[in-house]
């Protein structure tokens, strides 16, 4: 096994690039990618994952797209579903406010609801969503029922914590890769946070979808879902008070995420800049609504979108000077995943696997359920053979197999 399919297209790309008489700089430009991005195709480190991309190199190079097409990748994943996964689903199919809204329930005990609606996030913020999957099950029934049955003075507070749960649903979904789950509880989010009649816990629900959309690779939706929030918080946030700033700079984070996957390089580097100064005047991480937000979380995200645009020498330095210790679990393993896809771009591969093997440590179920991961691990085993044995090691527990040339493999983001 492998990366010659990698290769030869690369190979192709940059043959007919120079036929044509292009510079790697002046083809960049004619396709709207990076002068890295180009490198990196070129030399076989980065794949094409699009076929609207690839469409659009062989429409530039004036090559038939069959010239560049082939049967792609040699490795997939045949890992069992994420754990948690399809129960989460289920849950979010029952009629629980149907049955809540035909039944019969008792006054709602609000310090043991928002006991849970708590540990649910705590659950969420150290990737145990096995253990989340079983709280949720019971808590979201409890909490619909909750709503119905609470006295006017207590609703708000029930509709903000049935919000609040449903949240923690959609960020565990997401990670699991189950976007089109995510959405529905997001959007249940945001629909209770209204009743809650709390704009900024809307705000924190639109925060959500955004990274719903970037998981479904809708980036356009998350750049407008992002920016719209974040247009909406502009007068609370430069009032100062500190819930909204945190949430506007974390919508501002995703609008960076959003425009480096779109290859707007200008735009989410200046989208950094603004979230790097909202964080100073905040001057300490916060965990408003959940969002970690903070001069950390924006380190973490500028390696993020160095790893996006190809700049994978922005991302290890930037990872070399952080210490994200203090951030959660779930945090500290994504970052790790974002350093070992940089390490992956500059083929050092052992420093790539040590990372992913960091990550699992941190949050074993994430690692172990994200298509991401999974898919980095594929690539990592094209462009090492034989591979090593931690890179078998780590491929067998995440269910990564070497497959036959000419089968082609799936990708997920």
């Not at 289920?90 to 006991?115: C, F, I, T």
């Not at 079983?134 to 708000?156: F, G, H």
């Not at 970037?214 to 500190?242: H, V």
């Not at 996957?261 to 300490?284: C, K, M, V």
Request: proline share 4%; with cysteine.
């Amino acid at each position: 096994m492998n990366n010659e399919y990698q290769r030869a297209l690369g190979r192709k790309i940059a043959f007919h690039r120079r036929s044509r008489g292009l510079s790697q700089r002046e083809f960049a430009r004619l396709i709207d990618r990076s002068e890295a991005w180009v490198s990196q195709v070129e030399r076989g480190v980065r794949r094409i994952d699009r076929m609207s991309v690839l469409e659009h190199v062989a429409e530039v190079l004036e090559v038939p797209l069959g010239e560049l097409a082939a049967e792609a990748p040699l490795v997939a994943s045949a890992s069992e579903e994420a754990p948690g996964a399809s129960r989460l689903r289920l849950l979010l199919s029952g009629a629980h406010s149907l049955r809540a809204v035909l039944g019969e329930h008792p006054q709602p005990d609000l310090k043991e609801l928002r006991a849970q609606v708590d540990t649910a996030w705590q659950f969420t913020h150290e990737g145990r969503y096995v253990d989340l999957t079983d709280l949720l099950e019971s808590l979201i029934p409890d909490l619909e029922a909750a709503v119905r049955a609470a006295t006017p003075t207590q609703r708000s507070e029930m509709f903000r914590l049935l919000a609040v749960a449903y949240q923690a649903c959609s960020a565990a979904l997401s990670k699991l890769g189950e976007p089109e789950a995510a959405w529905i509880a997001t959007d249940r989010a945001i629909v209770a946070a209204e009743r809650a009649d709390d704009p900024l816990l809307m705000a924190a629900g639109e925060f959500r979808l955004s990274i719903v959309f970037q998981g479904a690779r809708y980036f356009e939706q998350a750049e407008e879902t992002s920016r719209t929030a974040a247009e909406a918080l502009d007068r609370l946030a430069a009032e100062g008070r500190p819930e909204a700033l945190s949430l506007w700079g974390a919508l501002t984070l995703q609008r960076a995420v959003a425009a480096a996957r779109l290859n707007r390089a200008d735009d989410a580097y200046s989208h950094l800049a603004r979230a790097r100064e909202a964080a100073e005047r905040l001057g300490e991480s916060r965990n408003d609504y959940n969002t970690e937000f903070g001069p950390t979380n924006v380190a973490l995200h500028e390696i993020a979108v160095g790893v996006e645009l190809g700049d994978a020498g922005v991302a290890l330095r930037t990872a070399a000077t952080v210490d994200a210790s203090q951030l959660s679990a779930e945090r500290q393993a994504r970052m790790l995943v974002d350093v070992a896809r940089a390490h992956t771009q500059r083929r050092q591969i052992d420093q790539a696997v040590t990372a992913i093997e960091g990550a699992e440590a941190v949050t074993p179920e994430q690692v172990q359920g994200h298509p991401l991961v999974r898919q980095l691990v594929s690539d990592l085993l094209t462009m090492q053979d034989p591979p090593s044995l931690p890179l078998q090691g780590l491929a067998r527990r995440l269910g990564v197999l070497p497959m036959r040339t000419g089968t082609r493999s799936t990708r997920q983001d």
